[in-house]
């Protein structure tokens, strides 16, 4: 089968760094990607990796580790606009379908 | 450009009764997929249409339903609902099938079933 373990709730004070992990089993893997969804909101895209490595927008970065069937969101310089719930997401099995870990609620504190 | 949009946004129905929920996806997009998010479930795929045609579905039985317009517009249908059906359904557009993940998701209709 397919699941995505990430920690249920972080918190963390403002101007700090923190990293939210993503671990994950499926078959036919083609990427983890990031969605941040504040209370009463629609989920909104962050970042996509298909390969090893870091990727950088702004305050976040994502990283993907194949081998480890791993990744990591990390976000920088904490606000508190950053409190919301953060989703990973691969796209795999047989269908290809789009499956989320369950996310990580992040509360900033001033 | 206008974003997604679904409606209705709150609905109460009862249970043994049927919904359906439409959705409008960004201009340009043809993709639309569905999910049920729960508190205890989280974000569940549901179906993904393109073109006017089921291209994937999730592990949800039959009484959930969909369809896509030509225009790409989308809806879904529950018949016989249950207490369980309770959720928060959004829909997501995203321009093509191609293995992007960047999908817009529309804000989601609420759905209590009494």
């Known amino acids: 089968g397919q ?11 403002e101007g700090a760094i923190v990293q939210i992990n993503c671990t994950y089993q499926t078959s036919g893997f083609y990427g983890l990607s990031w969605y941040q969804q ?3 909101g629609a989920p ?7 390969l090893d490595g870091l990727e950088e927008t702004g305050r976040f970065s994502s990283f993907l580790s194949r081998s480890d069937s791993y990744g990591y969101l ?9 409190s919301a719930s ?12 789009l499956i989320f870990g369950k996310g990580t609620k992040l509360s900033v504190k001033p | 450009k206008a974003g997604v949009t679904q409606t ?5 129905k009862t ?11 960004i201009s340009g997009h043809r993709s639309v997929s569905w999910y049920q998010q729960t508190p205890g479930q989280g974000l569940q795929f549901l179906f993904e249409y393109f073109s006017e045609t089921q291209r994937n579905k999730g592990n949800f039985p039959g009484r959930f339903s969909g369809r896509q317009f030509s225009n790409s517009r989308s809806e879904m249908n529950v018949s016989t609902l249950e207490l369980g059906d309770s959720a928060l359904y959004l829909c997501a557009s995203r321009k093509d099938r191609g293995l992007s993940y960047e999908q817009y998701f ?6 209590t079933v009494t």
């Open chain 1, 3 to 13: 699941s995505l373990e990430q920690p249920s709730e972080v918190t963390a004070v």
């Open chain 1, 38 to 40: 504040h209370d009463g």
């Open chain 1, 44 to 50: 909104t895209f962050l970042s996509y990796n298909a």
């Open chain 1, 74 to 82: 990390l976000l920088q310089e904490l606000q508190m606009k950053d």
């Open chain 1, 86 to 97: 953060y989703f990973c997401a691969v796209r795999g099995g047989s269908q290809g379908n």
């Open chain 2, 8 to 12: 209705p946004r709150y609905l109460i």
């Open chain 2, 15 to 25: 249970r043994g009764q049927q919904v359906t929920l439409s959705c409008s996806p």
């Open chain 2, 106 to 111: 529309g804000p989601g209709t609420r759905l």
